[in-house]
Structures are given as C-alpha cells and as structure tokens.
C-alpha cells in the first residue's frame, strides 16, 4: 500500500527528517521518502492508517493538508 501525505510548513532538511523519522516509527510502515519542494512525504508499507499518519506529522508541528 502507498499513501501521499500532503504537508505544509516544512522550511528545511532538518524538518525533512522530523517528519521522516515521525512517520517511519509508525506500525505498518516500510519506507518514507520526504520531499521538501514538493511539500509531501511518499509512504509505503501494510495497513496505514490516515489518523495516524495525520498524527505524527502533526505532532512533530507541521500541517497534513491532505492523503491519498
């Protein structure tokens, strides 16, 4: 299963692996490739759940603005 998870407010390559680390600790996840000028993060794995995914990036402080 692959996920696009639509992010704003990531400015730079440290925030690039906030968000990276964030969701690659999530259950289910196999890899996460984040794309700063793209303002997305590209998520492979079994059973990924928008809420949680919703979650990690927002806990780390950046807005999900949309998944598919």
Known sequence: ??????????????????????????????????DLAGKKATVEGDALDDAALKAAVEDVGYDVTAIA
């Open 1 to 34: 299963m692959k996920k696009v998870v639509s992010i704003e407010g990531m400015s730079c390559m440290h925030c690039v692996m906030r968000v990276k680390k964030a969701i690659g600790e999530l259950a289910g996840v196999a890899s996460v490739d984040v």
